[in-house]
């Protein structure tokens, strides 16, 4: 028997989380579910992917930023209309409008989604607290997430679970074609090139990223994949350090598994994250990767196994990773690649994850959802 699921996300405009649930949908219609998507506000780039795999999406017609209760009634009436078996919403807005809209229109099921480690301002995570009775079940992508969000009383132990995100790994193949003709359309045939993808926003730290890269030596170039409010302000200050010469503002490019091909190792910057689709993505490509330890970064890439992590906020930490990782023989980058492409296959595929949500939905549909006790750590499985 299949079932319908209602998704619930702020927009779908290119990002993680974003990313993450049209896989999801998609995944889940190809095994017999029928799910549909509404976007809070107009629906984004992403929208076209779900169309055309025959998914249902809406938009609340809201505008980024600005609070409008007009939405609880929207979406009640949206939920009366497809009245769907499963309502599972992904992001803090969304997941706490799909609480409080379950009130004026009731859904067998609630699941909240949280992707980062930290909401930002702390009322959101008090929002939590304050309507988790409205919430069957809430998860979140990291370890270390669910760990901070326990320990501030967002969320009680025994209704956290984590589910980290999932990757489709045959899109992400080494492919030495690609890899030529990627390379030879950027320039960048002879140049160790550095790839970092994400929207040019505060959590990303792209100040930090431009630092480390004026601390390396001229040879190397950066390639930047994605856009955001902060894009003016990070190439002016690239130009004010003197390295506009090394870095590719490409903005947002729909082929982010041919860019990785093009690479040679995958940096991140970030101030906080949850579990990282672009780390995922990087890893599954067979990149060596630096990264800052935060969020579930440390559940992706192994220290010195299949890259290395280094303190936050930190350009000089950052600099002599990346240097560490300019240095070493082309074999040795390939065997760190591939330790992390391994890593993932293991924890982080796409099948298995959507094995994981098929299970968590079922067993709430039929009330067997077994939760744990409060003295039982949160686990990933």
């Keep these: 028997m299949s079932h319908s699921i209602l998704f619930l996300i702020t927009g779908l405009f290119p990002g993680g989380a974003e990313t993450q649930l049209v896989l999801l949908a998609q995944e889940l219609a190809s095994r017999g579910w029928e799910p549909t998507v509404v976007s809070m506000i107009s629906e984004g780039p992403l929208q076209s992917s779900l ?3 025959g998914i249902k999406v809406s938009s609340l017609g809201m505008r980024r930023g600005v609070p409008d209760p007009r939405a609880v009634l929207r979406m009640s009436g949206i939920l ?26 009731p859904v067998p099921v609630v699941i ?22 409205l919430a069957d079940l809430t998860t979140i992508v990291s370890g270390a997430a669910a760990k901070r969000y326990i320990r501030i009383g967002a969320v009680p132990s025994h209704k ?40 040019l926003d505060v959590p990303k730290d792209y100040p930090n990223l431009l630092a480390a890269i004026a601390r390396l030596s ?3 170039i950066l390639l930047i994949a994605g856009d955001g409010p902060l894009r003016e302000s990070i190439e002016r200050l690239a130009a004010d350090v003197g390295i506009s010469d090394r870095i590719r503002f490409l903005g947002i490019l729909k082929d982010i598994p041919a860019l990785m091909t093009a690479a040679d190792a995958y940096v991140m910057s970030s101030a906080w994250e949850g579990l990282p689709m672009v780390l995922l993505e990087a890893s599954a490509s067979a990149l060596p990767i ?7 970064n440390s559940e992706i890439v192994l220290d010195g196994i299949s ?18 990782i300019e240095q070493l023989s082309t074999e040795s980058r390939r065997s760190l690649g591939l330790a992390g492409r391994e890593h993932v296959a ?23 959802y077994q939760y744990l006790p409060h003295s039982q750590p949160v686990s990933q499985t």
């Design 51 to 53: 169309e055309a795999s």
């Design 80 to 105: 009366r209309a497809e009245a769907p078996d499963i309502l599972h919403t992904h992001m803090v807005h969304a997941n706490l409008l799909g609480r409080v809209s379950r009130l004026f229109a």
């Design 112 to 133: 909240s989604t949280a992707h980062s480690v930290t909401e930002g301002a702390r009322w959101k995570e008090l929002a939590y607290r304050a309507t988790d009775r």
């Design 160 to 199: 956290l679970k984590v589910v980290p995100n999932g990757v489709p790994l045959q899109t992400f193949q080494s492919d030495t074609e690609t890899r030529a003709r990627m390379r030879k359309s950027l320039g960048v045939e002879d140049r160790f090139t550095w790839l970092a993808v994400g929207r």
């Design 218 to 220: 001229k040879g190397s």
């Design 290 to 296: 630096v990264a800052t330890d935060v969020g579930g």
């Design 307 to 324: 890259g290395f992590l280094v303190p936050a906020k930190s350009p000089e930490a950052l600099a002599e990773a990346m240097q560490r």
């Design 346 to 368: 293991k924890h982080y595929s796409l099948t298995s994850v959507v094995d994981q949500w098929e299970q968590i939905y079922e067993s709430l549909l039929r009330r067997e």
